[in-house]
Nanobody, 114 residues
Framework: QVQLVESGGGLVQPGGSLRLSCTAS????????WAWFRQVPGKRRMIIAG???????NYEDSVKGRFTISRDNGKNTVYLQMNSLTPEDTAVYYC????????WGQGTQVTVAS
């Protein structure tokens, strides 16, 4: 059974940075494409960044240039470095395969406020 555990969220001021981590267990991590998603209350969960097996990355327009996704196959972990945060980035952040194959983890709350 695959387990996804996200961490690293918190309260940060506008313009600040956070680094999220997601560790996946119970799956062949290195043969999956991975992604970060986020969800705000009342809206559907949406993908914001993805990283392929090859290491190629893709981003949703609102985070392009500010967020960086990376992966460490040796640690079964995918990261999301978030810079220049704005209140609009406030959400619960989740990781999953790019096709959202696995059961969702608990997510990690990111709140951007002064």
């Amino acid at each position: 059974q695959v387990q996804l555990v996200e961490s690293g969220g918190g309260l940060v001021q506008p313009g600040g940075s956070l680094r999220l981590s997601c560790t996946a267990s119970g799956t062949r991590f290195r043969v999956n494409d991975w992604a970060w998603f986020r969800q705000v209350p009342g809206k559907r969960r949406m993908i914001i960044a993805g990283i392929l097996i090859s290491g190629s990355t893709n981003y949703e327009d609102s985070v392009k240039g500010r967020f960086t996704i990376s992966r460490d196959n040796g640690k079964n972990t995918v990261y999301l470095q978030m810079n220049s945060l704005t209140p609009e980035d406030t959400a619960v952040y989740y990781c999953n395969s790019q096709r959202a194959t696995y059961t969702w983890g608990q997510g990690t709350q990111v709140t951007v406020a002064s």
